[in-house]
T-cell receptor, first 115, second 113 residues
Framework: GAVVSQHPSWVICKSGTSVKIECRSL??????MFWYRQFPKQSLMLMAT?????????EQGVEKDKFLINHASLTLSTLTVTSAHPEDSSFYIC???????????FGPGTRLTVT | GENVEQHPSTLSVQEGDSAVIKCTYS??????FPWYKQELGKGPQLIID?????GEKKDQRIAVTLNKTAKHFSLHITETQPEDSAVYFC????????????FGSGTQLTVLP
């Protein structure tokens, strides 16, 4: 149980284009999902908290107009990187809050490369 | 907000030996402390967690201890195997409705055959 998937697993896009990443909880409902960013050999940095049916809460320094988050159902949250630039290249990971409201279960991550 | 420090940043052990990774946290209101294992190119995997109402939890070769007074917790892996090689992250929750986690900086564990 507690499986989280992400799609795509990797994506290469041109500078200036937008990319959408999907995060799904496969066998449980998640009212809260989180989006993280991880640079090579570094820890996970929380970007935003996504709550089903409401606006996402962004961490300080994260541009909400650049990283659009939609959590339209209890099993799906999406992150759209708009007008991507090479500095947006990173490993993006989502997690879903388990039913106990403590455990976070992570997806496999999406490697984004902007050329 | 919460601040989590993790040591060591790298750890090499011989197969069969034990490995210990330590973390400290700053927010005395934190009450949930998970440990994650991350293999290269993959997402973190929850391996064990502990809540503040207990001092120790064990799951086969993995154990976690918590000292709330000192605000530190540790991961213990016994009888290490090469497949234990990975990056391990500790985390602590931020007290509040969002249940956000603050992560340590990670420990690269290498188990030498």
């Amino acid at each position: 149980g507690a499986v989280v998937s992400q799609h795509p697993s990797w994506v290469i896009c041109k500078s200036g284009t937008s990319v959408k990443i999907e995060c799904r909880s496969l066998d449980f409902q998640a009212t809260t999902m989180f989006w993280y960013r991880q640079f090579p050999k570094q820890s996970l940095m929380l970007m935003a908290t996504s709550n089903e049916g409401s606006k996402a809460t962004y961490e300080q320094g994260v541009e909400k107009d650049k990283f659009l988050i939609n959590h339209a159902s209890l099993t799906l949250s999406t992150l759209t990187v708009t007008s991507a630039h090479p500095e947006d290249s990173s490993f993006y990971i989502c997690s879903a809050l388990g039913q106990s409201s403590y455990e976070q279960y992570f997806g496999p991550g999406t490697r984004l490369t902007v050329t | 907000g919460e601040n989590v420090e993790q040591h060591p940043s790298t750890l090499s052990v011989q197969e069969g030996d034990s490995a210990v990774i330590k973390c400290t946290y700053s927010d005395s209101a934190s009450n949930y402390f998970p440990w994650y294992k991350q293999e290269l190119g993959k997402g973190p995997q929850l391996i064990i967690d502990i809540r503040s109402n207990v001092g120790e939890k064990k799951d086969q070769r993995i154990a976690v201890t918590l000292n709330k007074t000192a605000k530190h917790f540790s991961l213990h892996i016994t009888e290490t195997q090469p497949e234990d090689s990975a990056v391990y992250f500790c985390a602590a929750n931020s007290f509040g409705s969002a249940r956000q986690l603050t992560f340590g900086s990670g420990t690269q564990l290498t188990v030498l055959p």
